[in-house]
């Protein structure tokens, strides 16, 4: 499955690579979305619990996420690097196992079998993950081409999200059970045979970085076990070399400001409606629905202001929109506008059947608009940069080292995610939130003022202190379509020998980068 000939992409590579997001953000979207909510409402877990549940994976990923992408570069020598494919080989790999996902949600089991088919569940997707993520890089070295790849992703990432969200509705409506956990087990049922379909998807329609002339004289590597048992000092010494790249570190800080505020957000948002808006999970699915179609329109306006005028404008957009939706829900918690409660009642708690007041319209909608409008711009955001990371660092240290850097993204993202999620879920209980009977599973639960209070602060702070992290990080980024012009042509003379820049301007702009004196570039520093 390795390729010895350069390749173009066309549509149905975007689209196919693309089609992995439906494993890589439609899992995160029910995981993010619903589990706590799952945990909390229909099996009687504190949110404590439901935090430790979702957090402690994550941590064990701090070894698996640098480890598969570390393994998967140094495979490119190997019989099997040459025959199947370094990368493909772990994506073959987990399309038996996908479908385990069902096993997350089946309602009355214990802390321990919630923690251990979560812990399984986490390992195969990130073995997915970390490879898939690198194919883009190494299918193009275009900007354009990396524009449109991350483009692809982020629109199917998006649409599965809105599945995700829009699935429970369908359930419920074709099936009954308003307030039943069998809901949940179906939707995850449903994605997980989803999940195995694209990742075969994936496997034949892209493409691993082509071998050159001197690449292929090389002789596969036989098993030395000397190096395999200097692999874990090996993987964590490239792990946080990464982070000798300015470019890198402010990209992480980007990263984490977008991505760590949805996570609070999505952890708290179906807790707020129930207790605040007064919804159940019919409610909930149709609002994070609306979200999530308001992320998908985001995504596809953020791909051409990202190509015409670099990410850092277009994620300063995105903050003012998602901060905007947290300052309206804030509004309603501190007015409780009068009839709210009343019009939603009436509904059926059918918010898509009509009937609905201007004023009701208004606190269910224009919030919750204006929330996907900003998240589906964060997400794209730091993605798009990504492919072009590998770049930046081939010109410091002279090699292409995709796998780590997705490694190191993965790891950054699910550590930085497992502390918010148990963060937000912990202060949430100290709070006095309380859990549903395991006797009554679904059953309101009236909350006290204090327990809502906290509910609200988390919901709403923890996101805007996030996000102002990250908006503080882009003033210093540089990374756009005009500078990684230059830093291509610079790479290119390097390969060639060069050891001086072709012009000042250049120097300066590969020097603000990297975050090295040119002179120490291309492995020599």
């Excluded at 060639?496 to 002179?519: M, N, Y």
Aim: charged share 15%; hydrophobic share 50%; glycine share 8%.
């Amino acid at each position: 499955m390795a390729s010895s000939d350069a390749r173009t992409p066309t549509w149905i590579n975007y689209w196919g690579w693309g089609s992995g997001d439906m494993l890589g953000a439609g899992a995160q979207a029910v995981i993010t979305g619903w589990l706590a909510y799952f945990f909390i409402t229909f099996c009687g877990l504190s949110p404590v619990e439901a935090g430790l549940i979702l957090g402690l994976p994550r941590l064990l990923e701090a070894i698996t996420c640098p480890l598969i992408g570390y393994i998967s570069d140094n495979l490119r020598h190997t019989w099997i690097g040459r025959k199947i494919g370094r990368r493909k080989v772990f994506l073959i790999a987990t399309i038996p196992l996908l479908p385990a996902f069902a096993l997350i949600f089946v309602s009355g089991q214990t802390f321990t079998y919630y923690l251990v088919t979560f812990i399984f569940f986490e390992f195969v997707y990130t073995m997915f993950l970390i490879p898939w993520e690198t194919l883009a890089a190494e299918m193009t070295k275009k900007y354009e081409e990396k524009a449109k790849f991350a483009g692809a992703r982020m629109m199917v990432a998006q649409s599965s999200a809105i599945l995700a969200s829009y699935l429970p509705t369908l359930i419920i409506n074709n099936f009954g059970g308003k307030d039943s956990p069998n809901t949940f087990l179906i939707m995850a049922a449903i994605f997980g045979v989803l999940f195995s379909l694209v990742v075969t998807l994936v496997v034949f329609l892209s493409w691993e970085r082509p071998y050159t002339e001197d690449e292929k004289l090389i002789q596969p590597e036989p098993m030395d076990w000397n190096k395999a048992a200097m692999i874990p000092v090996n993987m964590f010494r490239d792990l946080f070399s990464t982070l000798k790249i300015k470019a890198f570190r402010q990209h992480l800080s980007l990263y984490l400001g977008g991505y760590i505020s949805q996570d609070i957000f999505n952890t708290a948002f179906p807790l707020f409606v129930a207790t605040v808006m007064m919804g159940a999970t019919l409610v909930i699915s149709q609002l994070m629905t609306t979200m999530y179609v308001a992320q998908l329109i985001s995504v596809m306006v953020a791909v051409n202001v990202v190509i015409r005028t670099g990410p850092v404008v277009a994620y300063r957009i995105a903050i003012s929109f998602f901060g905007a939706a947290l300052a309206l829900y804030l509004a309603f918690y501190l007015t409780k506008p009068a009839g709210f409660a009343e019009g939603l009642s009436a509904l059926g708690g059918n918010l898509l059947g009509g009937g609905a007041s201007p004023f009701l319209l208004f606190w269910l909608f224009v919030p919750i608009i204006l929330a996907g409008l900003g998240r589906g711009t964060l997400n794209f955001v730091p993605w798009s940069v990504y492919n072009y990371l590998p770049d930046v660092d081939e010109a410091v240290t002279g090699q292409r080292r995709e796998g780590i850097f997705a490694g190191v993204m993965t790891l950054t993202r699910k550590v930085a995610q497992s502390g918010a999620i148990v963060l937000t879920t912990s202060l949430i209980g100290l709070g006095g939130f309380v859990a549903a009977d395991k006797a009554h599973p679904g059953a309101v639960i009236v909350q006290t003022p204090q327990a809502v209070l906290v509910l609200v602060l988390v919901m709403v702070g923890g996101p805007a202190l996030v996000m102002l992290a990250g908006l503080a990080a882009s003033w210093s980024f540089r990374l756009n379509a005009r500078t990684h012009a230059v830093l291509v042509h610079e790479v290119e003379r390097l390969r060639a020998g060069e050891t001086e820049a072709e012009t000042p301007e250049s120097k300066k702009i590969v020097e603000d980068l990297t975050g090295w004196r040119f002179e120490r570039l291309w492995g020599r520093g």
